[in-house]
């Protein structure tokens, strides 16, 4: 079992910064593809930046290309989501999730099995 707990979410002026981090515990970050998801009431929730083991190999969907950056501290077993140049439509909760060995896409849902409760992100123009 994998329990992951978010932080670092709250409000921001559009072109700012935020940082989000993920704290794991119950397993290595190494070991395990992690991923950032987000999610705004009535849409599906949507793979952000993944970050994978051997390399590591990092993937990231069009619209944050660019400006996101997803990492991992092996040592502190955390991932992080480096947000910069943030807009308005990146308002939403974002979850960070763990693999647990199906594979459907970095940037799949079905890939990830263990999901933490979220924190709120809101970008105000």
């Known amino acids: 079992q994998v329990q992951l707990v978010e932080s670092g979410g709250g409000s921001a002026q559009a072109g700012g910064s935020l940082r989000l981090s993920c704290a794991a515990s119950g397993d290595a970050v190494s070991t395990r593809c992690m991923a950032w998801f987000r999610q705004t009431p009535g849409k599906e929730r949507e793979g952000v930046a993944a970050i994978w083991t051997g390399g590591p190999r990092t993937y990231y969907a069009d619209s944050v290309k660019g400006r996101f950056a997803i990492s991992r501290d092996n040592a502190s077993n955390t991932v992080y989501l480096q947000m910069n140049s943030l807009k308005p439509e990146d308002s939403a909760m974002y979850y960070c999730?763990?693999?647990?060995?199906?594979?459907?896409?970095?940037?799949?849902?079905?890939?990830?099995?263990?999901w933490g409760q979220g924190t709120q992100v809101t970008v105000s123009s």
């Open positions: 999730a763990a693999a647990a060995g199906g594979y459907w896409g970095p940037l799949d849902r079905r890939s990830y099995s263990y």
